[in-house]
């Protein structure tokens, strides 16, 4: 399955910078169908091309990327805000945007992002993972269905993922961190760090660590949150907790 996607950006050099990354994670299934530097060019090449994917930037001329998505009655397509502005990131998923880049662009940022964009428009077409539930793979055989409500965390641990549970139980299970964080995404769950997926319903707060962050947990436990994931993570929890502008 190949994505359409448009590039959204007011400077010509940050545009091919983008187009370059995308092209080379992501030859064979993203088709870059157009480019805009403006609100209204941005408006117009969206309406023609009809994307899957937009990368859109902050600042545009004649406004902003905020501006172009609220020219849309309804928003069709998936929006990867690609930016150098970090204090936008509340108001972005607001506009529920599948994910939040900061400038200069990580290529594992990137193909997170899309990842994100395959798994939304195309969930379930591996039949691994039902909307409810985790078919967990146990690391002593046998498969059990975790109701993905209930899961706290879940976090690489020896070869295996642990998977804990609302109850303070806990899980030892053979499916990868990815099918974890498939599931965990339909109620609330983020990659905060690599090897360390928690279920934001269960998160209470958090507070600054450097140029990362700590997450608070219900059940008392604190995780760090990566300087690369700290904007996504602040703005989901923001908006969580009602703090707007955060």
């Known amino acids: 399955m190949v994505l359409r996607a448009v590039v959204v950006d007011d400077e010509t050099a940050q545009r091919s910078i983008l187009k370059r990354k995308i092209g080379e994670s992501f030859p064979e299934r993203i088709a870059i169908v157009g480019e805009a ?23 545009l001329i004649g406004g902003t990327g905020f501006d172009v998505l609220d020219a849309f009655e309804e928003i069709d397509f998936e929006v990867i805000f690609v930016t150098s502005y970090p204090e936008f990131g509340a108001k972005a998923f607001r506009y529920e945007a599948i994910d939040y880049i900061l400038k200069p662009v990580e290529p594992q940022d990137l193909k997170d992002a899309v990842e994100r964009v395959f798994k939304a428009r195309y969930a379930g077409s591996n039949g691994q993972i039902t909307s409810n539930y985790l078919s967990a793979r146990m690391r002593e055989g046998g498969v059990v269905a975790i109701e993905t409500q209930s899961i706290v965390y879940c976090e ?28 965990l995404q339909k109620v609330g769950g983020i990659e905060i760090e690599r090897g360390t997926v928690i279920n934001c319903a269960y998160c209470i707060g958090w507070e600054p660590n450097g140029r990362g962050a700590v997450a608070i947990m219900k059940n ?19 908006r969580k907790l009602g703090i707007l502008g955060a």
């Open 37 to 59: 530097f403006s609100v209204d060019t941005a408006i117009a090449v969206i309406n023609e091309q009809n994307p899957d994917i937009v990368f859109l930037d902050i600042e």
């Open 220 to 238: 008392g436990e604190r995780f760090s949150v990566s300087k690369r994931m700290k904007p996504t993570f602040v703005a989901i929890m923001s």
């Open 156 to 183: 690489a641990f020896n070869g295996y993922v642990k998977v804990a549970l609302e109850d303070n139980t806990s899980y030892l299970i053979q499916n990868t961190l990815s099918e974890c964080a498939e599931s």
